[in-house]
């Protein structure tokens, strides 16, 4: 690293690096480098770096289409927690990425304030903790990253809303990020009843509380974007666009049953997804698995 690097650079290196171990890593350095001070600049007005399509990954996990992944269960034997470890592992594995990201790609390009950098560092950072913890519990519990096949329907709708930060933020931050608080505490609750409460009390001491924060993120900038925009957006307008944007980028509808509390706390309520919801008729909305 050179002493002048910018962390649009620093970004970029995180996302060139395939390993996800050390992914996480470098990221931590990164991020703690820009936390406290040793990265002074955003980025450098007078260079455009190219963002690469795709971060650098290693091949060691079977991908396949989510469509065809095979059934996590609820967690009652010790193969449905490691493979429900598993799937959470991929996904922060991805989140690492997606959010490095966002400061490479949008950054610079949409001219955004220092905090918006500050924010999506510390998402980061959390996200390479949350990979490297559940990592290491997937080895406790006899298993390893990459011994199960695992999809990258995050990436997809990353490469959906790579032109659009908007875009970006409402379908990974405020739909995906906000589907991993509906099931995380059935998920923590299936752990406990599998008897596993180690795993359940890393999911509910880290890893959800971290969650609510990412979200509102993802809140917090969408709404600026939209107020820049137009300053004396109500948020009837802005809860409009938003509704465009994921019927426009987002597959199908969002699917209840919502974790209203979490969601209230990252910074958005009813008004925003319900519209976007399966409508159900007359049946209990079913829990699923994953953001």
């Known amino acids: 690293m050179s002493g002048d690097e910018s962390l649009v650079e620093a970004a970029l ?31 450098d007005a007078s260079v455009d770096l190219p963002v690469p399509d795709r971060p650098a990954r290693l091949s060691n996990v079977k991908l396949v289409a989510p469509g065809l992944m095979p059934k996590l269960g609820k967690g009652g034997s010790l193969q449905s927690r490691q493979a429900i470890v598993h799937s959470l592992a991929h996904t922060e594995s991805w989140a690492i990425d997606l959010s490095w990201d966002i400061i490479a790609r949008f950054g610079k390009q949409e001219a955004m304030p220092s905090e918006f950098f500050t ?22 519990m006899g298993s390893f990253y990459g011994a199960l096949p695992a999809h990258d329907g995050l990436w997809a709708s990353a490469a959906a809303t790579s032109k659009d930060l908007t875009a970006r933020l409402a379908v990974e931050h405020c739909v995906h990020e906000a589907r991993g608080l509906d099931v995380l505490p ?84 009813p008004r925003w997804y319900e519209p976007l919801a399966v409508k159900e008729q007359g ?9």
């Open 13 to 43: 290196r995180v996302l060139n690096t395939a390993d996800p171990f050390e992914k996480a890593r470098v990221g931590d350095s990164v991020a703690a480098q820009w936390l406290g001070g040793a990265i002074t600049r955003a980025y």
């Open 119 to 140: 924010d999506f560092v510390k998402v980061a950072q959390d996200e390479g903790r949350h990979f490297t913890l559940l990592a290491a519990r997937l080895e406790e």
């Open 186 to 269: 059935t998920t923590i609750s299936r752990f406990r009843k599998g008897g596993d409460d180690t795993t359940a009390d890393l999911l509910e001491s880290v890893v959800y509380p971290e969650e609510i924060t990412h979200c509102a993120a993802g809140v917090k900038w969408f709404k600026y974007l939209c107020m820049r925009l137009v300053s004396d957006e109500e948020e009837d307008e802005v809860i409009k666009k938003f509704h465009a944007i994921v019927r426009t980028y987002f597959r199908g509808p969002l699917k209840p049953p919502f974790n209203e509390e979490a969601r209230k706390a990252a910074g958005f309520g």
């Open 283 to 291: 049946t209990n909305p079913t829990q699923h698995e994953g953001a």
